[in-house]
T-cell receptor, first 114, second 112 residues
Framework: DTAVSQTPKYLVTQMGNDKSIKCEQN?????MYWYKQDSKKFLKIMFS???????INETVPNRFSPKSPDKAHLNLHINSLELGDSAVYFC?????????????FGEGSRLTVL | QQQVKQSPQSLIVQKGGISIINCAYE??????FPWYQQFPGKGPALLIA?????SEKKEGRFTISFNKSAKQFSLHIMDSQPGDSATYFC???????????FGTGTRLKVLA
């Protein structure tokens, strides 16, 4: 059973289109995250939700809108895609207050904007 | 204040050698320092972590050394193996903030 699963694994689309990435975790964690990893492998946090409530919203364009329908799911919708949005997007989850505070990552969704 | 600086950017080590990756942080409030390992096409996974009340933590061939006064910590991989070839990220976190600050990553290649 995959702990943090994201779909789709690959997205190729044209500039100006809208796309969504879905994430689900079956670990029972209360906090979920979206990270962006660029071509240089830099990992940068975008958003975090704790029990469906947005708690971290880094400087991300308004074209990116996260949604958490319940604490096991966190989706990312991107409007009007731009070339610079090409990256690998990772979903992650953790349990706040756990001894390790470990982040569990999904396998990533590679977005290519042409 | 929120940065974590990681070096080197890339590292090539012979099989059986020692791989050393260094990180430095600025915010003295950070209280949790994990290392994540990422293989191509996969998400990062926790390798080993340390809290600032100890100076060293060892798990198998992997050791974290922590220098609180210098605000530095490092990962040592003893007897490096080709299967250790991956990208390694250090990170720092402040309990209760839900936020990890990641280093820029080190691509390690272990030659057979």
């Amino acid at each position: 059973d995959t702990a943090v699963s994201q779909t789709p694994k690959y997205l190729v689309t044209q500039m100006g289109n809208d796309k969504s990435i879905k994430c689900e975790q079956n670990l029972g964690h209360d906090t979920m995250y979206w990270y962006k990893q660029d071509s240089k492998k830099f990992l940068k946090i975008m958003f975090s939700y704790n029990n469906k409530e947005l708690i971290i919203n880094e400087t991300v364009p308004n074209r990116f809108s996260p949604k958490s329908p319940d604490k096991a799911h966190l989706n990312l919708h991107i409007n009007s895609l731009e070339l610079g949005d090409s990256a690998v997007y990772f979903c992650a989850s953790s349990q706040i207050g756990s001894p390790t505070g470990e982040l569990f990552f999904g396998e990533g969704s590679r977005l290519t904007v042409l | 204040q929120q940065q974590v600086k990681q070096s080197p950017q890339s590292l090539i080590v012979q099989k059986g050698g020692i791989s050393i990756i260094n990180c430095a942080y600025e915010n003295t409030a950070f209280d949790y320092f994990p290392w994540y390992q990422q293989f191509p096409g996969k998400g990062p996974a926790l390798l080993i972590a340390i809290r600032p009340d100890v100076s060293e933590k060892k798990e198998g061939r992997f050791t974290i050394s922590f220098n609180k006064s210098a605000k530095q910590f490092s990962l040592h991989i003893m007897d490096s193996q080709p299967g250790d070839s991956a990208t390694y990220f250090c990170a720092a976190s402040l309990s209760g903030t839900y936020k990890y600050i990641f280093g820029t990553g080190t691509r390690l290649k272990v030659l057979a």
